[in-house]
């Protein structure tokens, strides 16, 4: 028996109704740890180039980390992957709470599932047996019925159900996946791909313990990091703010996503902010499996009926609904939080198609003719609602932009795709690039279209006054300017771009590790020692990193992918129209320098496709 | 105050006379570290290119490394760095003993010796001062003798003195420096360059107290290792057997160096084996500072005047003057060892250089005109002493022989430069690459020209049995097959060449971590944590040694070197003529696929250079 994980898969095929237990050796685990490596290697081996993404050649896989159900703050992640419907490219999304936990001590490292159901079903997994049942009475439920309907069935109160709402079951592109109602795997669209195999959700009740190698070490660990609870001020802000604290923050400084991108200072931001939320909706804060830092809000709206078991809105999803599309009203975001909730939308894509066609609306592209007589302006917040309403059941205009911002431009014409702000189909997540330059490479070159998962130290180190020495480990020993492209910037990029790509592999949630947070570099390989066994160490899991961004990088290829996509929208290259960074944007020259540079530091040739050397060198000649 | 340094390097001008201190600080140290680090970075600052590596242009530089003087096993080397005069390359050599933790304790990181004295000196250090004393007295004397004088000068026997004796006066091209009478910086001819400067010795006292962080946490590695010393095989070895253990392992693996590498086995092995020294002239079991596992042998041999103070012969030199040259008689081989020793000749190349002419001799291309009648055939260990002195005088034959066999085939002319055992001008060491490939490629890609202080994890994993698990920590988890050029051979080289460049900026003997011997790559690291304070990682320490192998070919390619240099001697390609891989050769097909590869996997150019980007990325934009 291997600690801290089963050495076992569970392949659901949809088309026969299957279940079949594969085995994996620790090798394989220990090369590929979990997370997206593991889902990068399945993609890569088994699917065929270029399938329709919604088709049932699409799998679909759920793959928590190696350090997954660890008894320590952050380590509760799971990552669902495959090909994105909304991107074409390489799809991946994590989320917390209790699933991932759960699914490993129900005996599974993952789930691949496979192929497409006739009619809507749900997978019930207990401790190591799987069966797949009817979920007709399902379909068309909101989230919380479904869940409760689930916990009833299955006698179990703990019963840990990840699910999709009408918005995957309509196949809209930037669908997401939930579990208890209130963690996201928000991003890429893969609620749509549940959608697409009539599977409704996934039920996991885990009775089964993982033995850890080394319970004392991890114990050691978790009182070095519960010391920082009360001392370090992130987690201390994390705590009495949630992420929501990063509002008036971006706002001062400018980045602070306003009017789909154009300006970075929002006049109605402290109507929104974190404090406003403790001030006013905010019931409770909550966290993940074994977490102490408590990250998650709970609100509650009376008068739109906003419920607490739904949680509350985190910073993207209030950038987005808010100065993204100008709306200063808190309860309104949490309402259109809730209703994402429900239908499981993507907050991100949503907001930031709904201020695009605020902007084509306001430009005159579109007219109240093509949104049944909405007044699709920015600051409209009922505008914002009905449009939720709209994309997830897929109605008039809903249609269109259910599709995500990219394709409705080509639907739309007339010069739309001028106020696009996406990298590779995806919106951009709610971090202005012209501010902090790193971000904005980040966007570009991810292998999943713009996404906020990505190393963001300079969002860490430069704003938010955590002190670069986390990163010495690293061999980093100098801060860089959040405003420049400098060959120290693109280095501190790429290093730390394996640390968030392993943090993903081994189902780490990035607000507890350096530099976003307070646990040391030293801890986290501590860690990994102590519930595996193997003697490792950041070299390890730094390649082990580096392995799985380029194995992603290899899928994208294979899909048709080009350095001409690793780009950033034109928006971020024109000068922000108000803020503190007023005047600000991001040369292309410069950031096409950046990108070369990264290349070349990645070990790819100077079309950022991996070399025959590196593949070798990371144990990947599989795929020369 | 800083941990585990002093931030203080000692500037001697012997053109003057004057002495200075230049403070360094953190940062500094933390990117170079010490040893060829800290070597490489002052020769590239300071050194014009293509100067004359025996002129007053060379620096010298004597450098501990960070961990240098730390109360552990192995934690005791001192590197000496300069230009060669052999190789015209960078040249380092590294030796144990204590000199390198009393130069700490006497207040100095470093020592760099510029210009060229008028007259003999010797440099006298106590504490943190520094003196430049006359030393034509002792021109001319042997080693044991300076010693003694310098200590009596002193008025303490506990003073540290590294010095040259006769052959570094006379610039032999491969002249070594000792310290304690056995613990030499063997190749490169460093000692020709000491000599070059009328530098006869340096003499060093130190009380000062290194303070380190976190004393128990080195106390506690102390004791982890401590409970290795019975029980792990190498440890036990190197203890019982030294490296003359070697002997009987290579011999019957048929890659015991044997006349001039024609052969890979020798009839007369046991009669020069570790296990005989134990059983005839072996006297103690020494070691160097702080370590208890006591690799060196002390042997005396009246008959001969061999005395136990100068040590006994290691490995490489029971190697080169037995089977390279085909003697077969201990004695012999220990009075070699000890003339080297008291004139200061590299045994390795002496004894090499030596089978070259034997066989330049054996095939009728020098006769006895050129030895002053000296029968120099292959097994006459009387013509082997006699060959030693002429060569530390610079007599008759031996002036020739002097120049290294290099230059000394160009001497010769007639063909002799088919019977060339070296690479970049300096003799191979005493392992056969044709029965450990990568052995052959550290060889060949060497910045400094054919050293066994290179990446020979072929002979620890396969060889002696080592666990390839201890490279674990290095995302390595299969061994290779010794003869085989394998991406992952190569990569595990790379990765290796890593390590073992950071034991030399480190100041670590190679015979206590992992893969050689048995401290884990962990408490090498929690070591470096517990001297310096500084939060490290393996990380962080790999490119440390990758940082220094770049300066060290970035000084290579400034003095003309290219990729062509990097290659074997011809003999290696041909069938060895007995033992158990009779008729192996190296393919040089497969040789180049390998060193290509190589060059990839370390970021540099097709032609071997690093590449702009690789540069950047190790903070070495200052040489681009």
Redesign the interface.
């Given at each position: 028996m291997p600690y801290g994980y089963n050495g076992k898969i569970l392949r659901v095929n949809l088309n026969n109704g299957s279940t079949m237990v594969e085995d994996i050796d620790e090798?394989f685990y220990?090369?590929y740890m979990g997370g997206s490596g593991l889902i990068s290697y399945y993609l890569l081996r088994e699917l065929k180039p270029r399938i329709d993404a919604l088709s049932a050649d699409n799998i679909l896989i759920f793959a928590p980390g190696v350090l997954t159900g660890t008894l320590l703050a952050g380590m509760c992640r799971f990552i669902v992957g495959a090909k994105s419907p909304l991107t074409g490219a390489f799809g991946q999304a994590e989320a917390g709470g209790w699933w991932g936990p759960e699914l490993k001590r129900a005996g599974f490292d993952a789930i691949i599932v496979e192929g497409r159901a006739a009619a809507p079903v749900y997978i019930y997994i207990k401790d190591g047996e799987a069966e797949i049942r009817d979920a007709s009475h399902l379909w068309g439920k909101k989230t919380g019925e479904v869940q409760d309907i689930i916990r009833q069935e299955s006698n179990d109160e703990r019963t840990r159900v990840v699910q999709i709402g009408l918005a995957g079951e309509n196949l809209v592109r930037y669908a997401c996946i939930v579990n208890e109602l209130k963690h996201f795997n928000g991003r890429n669209g893969l609620g749509a791909v549940m959608g697409s195999k009539n599977l409704k959700a996934i039920a996991v009740r885990g009775n089964m313990e993982i033995p850890v190698k080394d319970e004392d070490s991890i114990k050691a660990v978790r009182n070095r990091f519960a010391g920082l609870l009360n001392t370090h001020p992130l987690v201390k802000q994390l705590y009495s703010l949630g992420t929501s604290a990063t509002v008036m923050g971006n706002n001062a400084l400018g980045i602070l996503p306003t009017r789909n991108f154009k300006m970075g200072e929002f006049e109605g931001a402290s109507k929104i902010s974190g404090e406003t939320m403790v001030d006013t909706i905010l019931e409770k804060r909550e966290g993940c499996f074994a977490c102490p830092v408590r990250c998650k809000r709970a609100v509650k709206v009376e008068e739109y009926g906003v419920e607490t078991r739904y949680g509350g809105p985190e910073y993207e999803t209030l950038a987005s609904f808010g100065p993204l599309c100008m709306v200063d009203d808190l309860k309104i975001i949490a309402k259109a939080n809730q209703l994402c909730n429900q239908y499981t939308l993507d907050t991100i894509s949503t907001g930031a198609t709904i201020a695009f066609a605020m902007e084509c609306f306001e430009e005159g592209i579109i007219t109240k003719e093509d949104t049944d007589g909405i007044e699709l302006r920015f600051g409209n917040g009922q505008a914002v609602l009905q449009m939720i309403e709209k994309i997830a059941r897929r109605e008039g205009i809903g249609n269109i932009l259910a599709e995500g911002s990219e394709r409705a431009a080509k639907l739309i014409g007339k010069g739309s795709e001028r106020f696009l702000v996406t990298v590779k189909g995806q919106e951009l997540a709610m971090h202005d690039p012209r501010g902090k330059y790193a971000v904005g490479l980040g966007y570009a070159v991810s292998e999943r279209g713009a996404d906020h998962m990505i190393s963001t130290h300079d969002t860490m180190l430069a704003s938010h006054g955590i002190s670069f020495?986390?990163i010495?480990?690293?061999?980093i020993?100098?801060p860089t300017d959040p405003r420049e492209f400098s060959?120290?910037k693109v280095?501190t990029f790429?290093y730390l771009e394996y640390w968030w790509s392993f943090f993903n592999m081994a189902g780490i949630c990035d607000f507890v590790p350096v530099p976003r947070s307070a646990m040391?570099?030293?801890d986290v390989?501590e860690t990994l020692?102590a519930v595996t066994g193997?003697?490792?160490?950041?070299?390890?899991v730094?390649?082990?990193g580096e392995r799985a961004i380029n194995m992603a990088r290899m899928f994208d290829i294979r899909e048709g992918f080009t350095a001409e996509d690793d780009k950033l929208p034109e928006r971020v290259h024109e000068p922000i129209e108000n803020g503190l960074i007023k005047g600000g944007y991001i040369s292309k020259e410069e950031f096409e320098k950046a990108k070369r540079?990264y290349y070349?530091?990645m070990?790819w040739d100077e079309k950022g496709v991996p070399?025959e050397?590196k593949l070798?060198?990371l144990?990947l000649?599989w795929l020369n």
């Open positions: 090798t220990r090369t020495d986390t010495a480990p690293f061999g020993y100098e060959a120290l280095k790429t040391p570099a030293s390989i020692r193997w003697d490792t160490s950041l070299w390890e730094l390649k082990a540079l070349s530091m070990g070399t050397v070798l060198e144990g000649d």
